[in-house]
């Protein structure tokens, strides 16, 4: 869930956390086996391909599984 914090300087923005277990659980909606290892690996792609317009959410986690299955 997304939440409004305030960095050390109390300038607000919003924080909206994925973890491992979300990678994991998209995987699974998609009956992909991966370790911890992919699962890493496909967080940093979700992350070093991020797309405002876009943002975060299942769709792009199920995009990134994909590829990496491609892999």
Not at 45 to 63: K, P, T
Request: a negative charge.
């Amino acid at each position: 869930m997304a939440q409004v914090k305030a960095d050390s300087y109390g300038n607000l923005y919003i924080d909206d956390p994925w973890y491992i277990e979300d990678v994991t659980a998209a995987a699974a909606d998609m009956d992909i086996t991966i370790t911890e290892e992919q699962a890493q690996d496909v967080l940093y792609a979700v992350a070093n391909n991020f797309d405002a317009n876009i943002g975060i959410n299942w769709e792009v986690f199920y995009y990134h599984l994909e590829n990496y299955r491609k892999d």
